[in-house]
Structure formats: C-alpha cells, structure tokens
C-alpha cells in the first residue's frame, strides 16, 4: 500500500486525502498545528487515514504533498523528506501571498523556489488546475462534486481530461502520472520546474480549471502561453 504524506489539510489537502483513498492509497495528513485538530477529518477519513505532526507525516510519506501556498521563510521537514517525490501544488497568488519579484520577472517560478527550499527531495509542480471544490453555480447534482472527482474517467475514455506535471526529476514525473492515472486524469509532462510557469494562475490553460481539458488541448494550451514578467 502506497501512503501519501500530506502537508496542509485545507480544501486541497482534505479532498485530495478523500480521493487517494478512494483510489485505495493510505494517507497520513498533517496541518500547522497538533495532530487532535484533525481528529473529525480523520473520523470522515476512515482507516486509511492518520493524523500526525507535519514532521512525521513526511517521514511516514512514500509520496510527500506540500498543500499550501509558498512563503520564504516556511519552515519545513527537509530530512524528512530528503530523497522523496514532493509534490507542490500551490498557485502563485499575489491577492493572497504577496509579490516575489524574483518570480514576477521571469528569473525562476514559485516552484523552484520550492525546490530550493527542499534541496534534497524531488519537488513536482501537481494539482495545481483542477479545482478541490464544488462548481461556484451548482446547477445539476453533479456540480455539487470537486472537479478532481466529477472529471474523473477510466483510462481510455474518450472524454478522460489531462493535468500538467512539471519537474527536474524524471522519476517524480513518473510516480505522479501513475497517481493522475489511479485517479481518473492523463498527464502531460511541462518539464523542467523552469518551464511551469506555463500553467501558472491567468495562462490559457489554466482556464480550464472547471471543466478539464482534453490530452491535445492541454498541450496546445501550455504552447500558447506567454510569459508577462515585470520589473
Ligand atoms: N482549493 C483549491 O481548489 C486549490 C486548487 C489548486 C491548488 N490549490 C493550492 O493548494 C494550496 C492549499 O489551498 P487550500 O485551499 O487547501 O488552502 P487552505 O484551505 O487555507 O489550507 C491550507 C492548509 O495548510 C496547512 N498548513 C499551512 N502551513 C503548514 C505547514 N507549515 N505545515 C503543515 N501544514 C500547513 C494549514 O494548516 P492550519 O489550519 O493549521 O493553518 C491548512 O490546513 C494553495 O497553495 C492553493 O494555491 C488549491
């Protein structure tokens, strides 16, 4: 049984847990405080859940999620989490997180600074367009569900929508297009970390967060995109 060590236990890191459960992964999550604050999500969770510090729910990790948005003086499990595939799915939202000029000129993207702040782990940029929540108007039943389980589709499907993976290491890309795959999603691979700003909040597939995006779409979506750098 392969165990997903998530970091942040919000919207995204909650309903991911939900997910990778029902795709018959163990999940052991973590939040910023002690680990009784989770007591009703692990309770929701059921036995392939765990509550536990952030430090050891990235020791228990085969595979490490990093679910909320970057800050540089973030303090985060380093040992822990040394030689694990890491995944980052947060969005660079400058309503939210303030303005790194070093991402806004076009130097390097917010999740090579992930990288750099887990210099020895395998930081994949994952998650990151496909919404943890229930459409804004709910106008059928369906809507009421997260894109990451109301897109999701068997393999093969002619409807089966794709997400992005991006990162600087090969074997990460692969553990995470096994994880798309048992959860109902293609993958296309935007590597390096360098090149993911093109899926970034505003690109042109990024608008696809709702509804989802064909294989072929996606691809021609990530080449549409321009980069708008400032400073
Ligand atoms: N929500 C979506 O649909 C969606 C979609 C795509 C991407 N994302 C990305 O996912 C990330 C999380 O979004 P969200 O909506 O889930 O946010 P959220 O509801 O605010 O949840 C953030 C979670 O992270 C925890 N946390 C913060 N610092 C931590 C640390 N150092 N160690 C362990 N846990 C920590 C928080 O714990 P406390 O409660 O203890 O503070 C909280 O459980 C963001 O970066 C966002 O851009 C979200």
């Known amino acids: 049984m392969t165990t997903l060590g998530i970091l942040g236990a919000g919207q995204a890191g909650s309903t991911l847990a939900r997910v990778v459960i029902g795709a018959g992964y163990d999940v052991v999550i973590a939040n910023s405080r002690r680990p009784e604050t989770l007591t009703s999500l692990v309770g929701e969770l059921g036995p392939h859940a765990r509550a536990a510090w952030a430090q050891d729910a990235a020791a228990a ?4 999620v990093v679910a909320f948005p970057y800050a540089p003086d973030d303090v985060l499990p380093v040992a822990e989490l040394a030689g694990k595939v890491v995944i ?3 969005n660079y939202m400058v309503w939210r997180d303030g303005n790194f000029p070093e991402v806004d000129s076009g130097r390097t993207t917010i999740h090579e600074l992930r990288q750099q702040q887990l210099p020895t782990s395998k930081v994949v940029k994952a998650f990151t367009h496909i919404q943890f929540h229930e459409r804004y108007e709910i106008r059928v039943p369906s809507d009421m569900l997260p894109a990451v389980v109301r897109l999701a589709r068997p393999a093969g499907a002619p409807d089966r929508k794709a997400l992005v993976v991006s990162s600087d290491h090969p074997d990460a890309v692969d553990v995470v297009t096994r994880l798309y795959d048992d959860l109902g999603f293609d993958a296309v691979d935007n590597s390096p970390l360098s090149e993911s700003w093109r899926s970034a909040p ?9 509804d989802g995006q064909s294989r072929e779409d996606l691809v021609r979506n990530l080449r549409r995109a321009r980069r708008v750098t400032v400073g």
């Open 202 to 210: 505003g690109t042109p597939m990024w608008r696809h967060a709702i």
């Open 61 to 64: 990790a085969d595979i490490a």
């Open 88 to 90: 980052d799915n947060n």
